[in-house]
């Protein structure tokens, strides 16, 4: 989808620099350079970046995040402890916020994500439950959040980080009270509520083949085999310098491929010990042009999602200590090297 002519179209530090002086805002010029969107879409692919509902009073920030993107992913607003945080009482004020942000910009959303072991809800995770109970309690919120969303989703994250790094399921409440099981039951309810939603898996450390990308070759395949609708597996991407670049990662694309599904990076990022200097930049930034090379390389890889755009935003500081600087746009929205990479890859 082409965005119309009359569209604000600012690249990155351009739009921090001008909105920040308040100097007149750009139109759409045809001579201007094409935005990642629109270099993605020559290919049949989108180019997102994932939002949070804080961030939205930043108007620099988001006449970047309104222009250079096709799809966005609510980073926290579609969690379980957001949209119920008392049983049965539904809040999806935040996820609304963006998806009517999205649409206003024309662009498709990913929906993030309708069961994970983290950010639940106190209510869900203090007590015990019986496995009927579970059942009915997952069920309740799967559909009820999908359905409010009918249509106005690309794919939901149904299942997120559901397996350990050594291939075995991870103990989570769901696991636990259910079984295995409940990934497929979560698929078909999810399917029921919104059948033209495309339904993923989606976990981290899975770029490459080995033993936690290999559980979810397994499970797709039984998945499949017994008529469970699932369309996608997500690649989370969340990469740090420091562990190397997964060399097999087009190979394992192109496997999940083979077995009928859409895959897609969906939070890519690619974190440093900081100060970033030239040399890690440099670095950095081959490691977006790879990742972009391999998504473009297998038909079925559909589209790449950055964890937010700018570094100003990014959730890495917060969790590693010492490492940042893991986003195409710096602080200050000024394209990075990352961003220039990117382009070139889908140029
Ligand atoms: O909402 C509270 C706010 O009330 C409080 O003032 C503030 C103080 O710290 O915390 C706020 O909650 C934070 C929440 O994000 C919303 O901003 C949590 O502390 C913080 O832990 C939480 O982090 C999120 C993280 O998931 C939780 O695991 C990140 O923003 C979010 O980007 C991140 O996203 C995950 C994906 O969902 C799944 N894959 C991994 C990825 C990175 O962890």
Known sequence: ????????????????????????????????????????????????????NPELTDEPY??????????ITPGNGMK??????????????????????????????????????????????????????????????????????KGKIYAWDVVNEAFNEDGTYRETIFYKTLGPGYIADALRWAHQADPKAK??????????TGPKSDAYYQLVKELKAQGVPVHGFGLQAHLALQYGYPGTLEDNLRRF??????????????????????????????WYRDMTEACLAVRRCVGITLWDYTDKYSWIPAFFDGEGAALPWDEQLRPKPAYFAIREALG
């Open 80 to 149: 379980w402890y957001a949209t119920e945080p008392q049983q049965g009482v539904f809040d999806f004020s935040q996820g609304d916020e963006i998806v009517n942000l999205a649409r206003a910009n024309h662009q498709r959303v990913r929906g993030h994500t309708l069961v994970w072991h983290s950010q639940l809800p106190g209510w869900l995770t203090s007590r015990a439950w019986t496995a009927d109970e579970l059942r009915a309690v997952l069920k309740k919120h799967i559909q009820t959040e999908v359905r409010h969303y």
């Open 257 to 286: 491929s083979r077995l009928g599904l859409d895959t897609a990076l969906t939070e890519v990022d690619v974190r440093m010990y900081v100060p970033a200097d030239d040399a890690k930049l440099a670095t950095q930034a081959e």
């Open 1 to 52: 989808m082409r965005k119309t002519s009359t569209r604000l179209r600012l690249a990155g530090g351009l739009a921090a620099l001008l909105l920040s002086v308040g100097a007149p805002v750009a139109q759409a010029d045809e001579n201007e350079p094409p935005t990642l969107a629109e270099l993605a879409q020559r290919h049949g692919r989108y180019f997102g970046s994932a939002t949070d």
């Open 199 to 208: 339904l993923y898996l989606n976990d981290y450390n899975v770029e490459g």
């Open 62 to 71: 988001k006449a970047v995040l309104g222009t250079e993107f096709d799809m």
